[in-house]
């Protein structure tokens, strides 16, 4: 393949372009914002997830607690009754009479029991509706860092993204002064070794695979024309010569 050394000189600055674009790339899929992002957003499900848990053992708790007030009513309405029924005199067997303050004072002692149930109820309840109160908190905390990850995020991606686009439109200057078979040559080289298709020679090596390259090597490149398009023998890039490749 031939092409005018000037025009092997631009692919070495289309090479750095497109390393910067690589670069840009890389840096906008790993920006630290993402990480954090994603660990924010899965702590606002966790959270989110605690909530309902905590709100359903409120709702648990409360049913739980009107179940219990109304055994407490129900057994202060029949207390009530009969201990009307003992005060009015209407009862005068001895043995009605002792089967009825019987009954009361079971009653009264069920009543206190049934109370004491309401008022551990009524201590779950409050305990659970705090938990709920602190989990929304935390979860509105979450949420506020989430939304200033999210702007940092998008603030350094605008950025990369005037730079990417600053640097395409340099790119594109500059593939104009490639040939286009050289230029689909250095395009499909870089699609197989890790983007980069092109490299100097720089004093007797490839700047590509980094490898010195041999005597026999140099010297057909020495021998070779000015704008005859060289590759390197060990990793197959296109080498462009420069004043500094040491031939």
Do not use: W
């Not at 092409?3 to 390393?19: F, G, K, N």
Request: glycine residues 4%; contains cysteine; aromatic residues 2%.
């Amino acid at each position: 393949m031939k092409a005018a050394p000037q025009a092997q000189l631009r692919l070495i600055d289309l090479q750095e372009l497109d390393s910067s674009l690589d670069r840009l790339a890389h840096r906008r899929r790993t920006l630290p914002e993402l990480a954090e992002i994603e660990r924010a957003e899965g702590r606002l499900t966790e959270l989110r997830d605690a909530i309902v848990t905590a709100e359903t053992e409120v709702g648990d708790l409360r049913r739980e607690q009107k179940k219990a007030e109304q055994d407490v009513d129900q057994v202060r309405v029949r207390a009530d009754r009969d201990q009307k029924r003992l005060d009015s005199g209407q009862v005068t067997s001895a043995k009605d009479l002792g089967s009825l303050q019987t009954e009361i004072e079971s009653l009264q002692r069920r009543q206190s029991d049934l109370e004491e149930v309401v008022l551990e109820i009524m201590e779950r309840t409050e305990a659970a509706e705090t938990r709920v109160t602190e989990l929304r908190a935390e979860q509105e905390s979450a949420r506020r860092e989430l939304d200033g990850l999210t702007e940092r995020r998008d603030a350094a991606q605008r950025e990369i993204d005037d730079e990417a686009g600053t640097t395409t439109t340099a790119r594109t200057a500059v593939a104009k002064d490639v040939p286009d078979d050289l230029l689909a040559l250095y395009e499909k080289l870089r699609a197989q070794f890790g983007g980069v298709g092109a490299a100097k020679l720089f004093r007797g090596a490839c700047q590509g695979c980094h490898l010195a390259l041999n005597n026999a090597d140099l010297n057909r490149i020495r021998a070779a024309a000015e704008d005859e398009v060289v590759r390197c023998e060990e990793c197959r890039r296109v080498l462009v010569r420069t004043p500094e490749s040491g031939l």
